[in-house]
């Protein structure tokens, strides 16, 4: 039986060099416990993007293992499908899939790989979407939904798979800023619900106010981590300060 | 002045019910073409699946090596010659009727031009699609028949149309392997009657309006397919 604090994402000396020159991840060990919400915070080009795709594979590490639950998923006889089911993904530009409605969206992978049938799975689908207050748009498709809408019905899609992590990149950055709350809110709920989550984003209120711990990366690196409190109010790096007087 | 047409007409397309010709002509021609267009859909995505597999993991590597030397073969030759080389090379031996041995230049011909309609179909789809599917769980596999494919189908549907359009006016060089599709058909005419003008441009006239109807119903799928979003 899992508890919260065990090892949930086990990260050992990961390095990811794209086109054999560009060092993205420059030796990254991390551990990700069950029900934590890490926050990852970084300028542009840090590599928080590829850290935390390189957590469910989407990268894969150029050096170094991850382990997810136990298993070494880098290792090449693991099944990654298998185990990318139990890890959500929520993508900065949302990615649904424009030719299917909001309820195909959300029931087809639990149809397809979790074996559901279509009546279970629409069902679960449309408590999810009760929610998240968006039963009336089961039967539209993603390109008559607003931006906001379209990020909460992403995550809705992840959480139907029941996974035991999500993983979110910048899941705001793409959003009018009237509509960020809303995404946030929702994230918000998650992380209260016990929801273990790894978040790539710049709202630092979102940070001080859920985050468990937040890490700092920096040319490839995790250069600084530790609670919002300490880390907001007492950084040490001098990168770190830098980049907090900027953006604070 | 009349008179004279009444007479050519006569001639050229009733006297021993030559219009027949044309008519048989014709039927051999849409008959090819259609079954060319099919058979070049079916090459043309198994080619497109390969190559475009190759790009995205790296993998298939001989058998994208071996799509690569069709496609520069096919569209670096005549397809004239390529029917040639398939009537009189390939089957010279055996006793094979000439409307499948057409079909099958053809569509070999076509599956090179639909296998790059495919490709830029698959291509054009955003990356963020397949990475939202495989995020799911979806295998690479699953993740372009569920959801790359059918946008990507939708997208080139209007290009298969136009492939269809330029298949119907290239079959016209079928009188190589003396299949009497329409062209040949309307040269048969011209070699009984020794009046070149009627039956040629009767000819020319059908695939004219052919080609303007499928041109407009291509038109018609394009704006359909624009307007519903999904
Ligand atoms: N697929 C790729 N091919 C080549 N280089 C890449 C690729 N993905 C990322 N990089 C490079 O790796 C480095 C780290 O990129 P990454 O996207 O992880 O940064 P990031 O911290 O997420 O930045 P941002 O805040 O702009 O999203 C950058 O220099 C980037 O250009
Ligand atoms: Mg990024």
Redesign the pocket.
């Known amino acids: 039986m899992s508890t919260n604090g065990d090892v949930l994402i086990q990260v050992k000396e990961v390095h990811k060099i794209?086109?054999d020159s560009?060092h993205?991840l420059n030796g990254v060990s991390e551990e990700i416990l069950r029900g934590e919400v890490v926050v990852i915070v970084?300028p542009?080009?840090?590599?928080?993007?590829?850290?935390l795709r390189s957590l469910n594979l989407l990268e894969v590490p150029t050096t170094g293992k991850i382990f997810f639950e136990g298993v070494d998923i880098t290792e090449k006889q693991t099944d990654i499908d298998k185990h990318r089911q139990k890890m959500g993904m929520v993508f900065q530009h949302f990615n649904l899939f424009p030719h299917k409605t909001i309820l195909e969206n959300i029931t087809l992978a639990p149809i397809k790989l979790l074996k559901k049938s279509k009546e279970e799975a629409e069902k679960q689908a449309m408590q999810l979407l009760k929610q998240v207050g968006l039963e009336e748009k089961a039967a539209s498709y993603p390109s008559q939904l607003s931006g906001g809408q379209k990020q909460r019905i992403a995550i809705v899609r992840s959480l139907a798979m029941e996974p035991d992590v999500m993983l979110f990149d910048?899941p705001t950055s793409a959003l009018d800023p009237e509509m960020v709350g809303e995404v946030l809110e929702l994230m918000k709920k998650l992380a209260h619900d016990g929801m273990t989550m790894v978040v790539?984003t710049h709202e630092m209120g979102f940070a001080k106010e859920v985050a468990t711990r937040v890490l700092f990366?920096d040319e490839g690196q995790i250069k600084e981590q530790g609670r919002p409190e300490e880390f907001f109010e007492n950084p040490k790096d001098p990168r770190l300060q830098e980049f907090l007087s900027k953006i604070l | 002045m009349l008179q004279t047409f009444q007479k050519k007409f006569y001639t050229n397309f009733i006297e021993d019910d030559r219009w027949k010709y044309i008519w048989e002509g014709l039927g051999v021609t849409l008959q090819v073409t259609l079954f060319a267009v099919l058979l070049g859909i079916v090459i043309g995505f198994l080619i497109a699946v390969v190559r475009s597999t190759y790009d995205k993991t790296g993998k298939l590597k001989v058998l994208n090596l071996i799509c690569n030397v069709y496609l520069t073969v096919i569209r670096g030759t005549p397809v004239v010659v390529q029917l040639l080389i398939i009537y009189f090379v390939i089957f010279g031996s055996v006793n094979i009727s000439k409307i499948p041995v057409a079909i099958m230049a053809f569509g070999i011909n076509s599956g090179a031009y639909v296998a790059e309609i495919f490709r830029s179909g698959i291509m054009s789809i955003d990356n963020g699609q397949f990475e939202a599917g495989r995020s799911l769980g979806f295998s690479y596999a699953q993740t372009m028949v569920y959801i790359v494919m059918p946008q990507a189908f939708k997208n080139v549907l209007p290009a298969l149309g136009n492939e269809f359009i330029v298949l119907l006016k290239e079959t016209s060089v079928s009188g190589y392997i003396a299949l009497q599709d329409l062209t040949k058909g309307g040269d048969i005419i011209r070699s009984r009657t020794y009046d070149a003008l009627m039956p040629l441009l009767a000819v020319a006239l059908i695939y004219l309006i052919m080609v303007i109807v499928f041109t407009k119903l291509v038109n018609i799928l394009e704006r359909r397919l624009r307007n519903s979003e999904h």
């Open positions: 794209f086109h560009l993205a970084g542009s080009g840090s590599g928080k993007s590829t850290f910048e790539v990366m």
